[in-house]
């Protein structure tokens, strides 16, 4: 082989790296966001969830219904 195939060959494998480290990045950066927004969703709604049965937890027994008198025939 030729010394200047060499250095094209290690030319276009040091380009296509890069490129290829470049896109992937980009289409990562997308994907991290969109993981990003959905865990901020679920920390929200756990919250939500929490109150809810906190609420539900503390919530007072109702008062006893006042007994009724015998009824006379």
Same mark, same amino acid.
């Given at each position: 082989? @030729?010394?200047?195939?060499?250095?094209?060959?290690? %030319? /276009?494998?040091?380009? /296509?790296?890069?490129?290829?480290?470049?896109?992937?990045?980009? %289409? /990562?950066?997308?994907k991290m /966001? @969109?993981?990003?927004? @959905?865990?901020?969703? %679920?920390?929200f709604v756990r919250e939500?969830?929490?109150?809810?049965?906190?609420?539900?937890?503390?919530?007072?027994?109702? =008062?006893?219904? =006042?007994?009724?008198?015998?009824?006379? =025939?």
């Open positions: 082989m @030729d010394i200047s195939t060499l250095g094209w060959l290690y %030319l /276009g494998l040091v380009i /296509g790296f890069l490129l290829g480290a470049f896109v992937s990045g980009l %289409l /990562g950066s997308s /966001g @969109d993981l990003e927004a @959905d865990n901020a969703h %679920l920390k939500a969830l929490k109150e809810e049965i906190f609420r539900l937890e503390n919530q007072s027994k109702p =008062k006893p219904r =006042k007994r009724r008198g015998k009824v006379k =025939k």
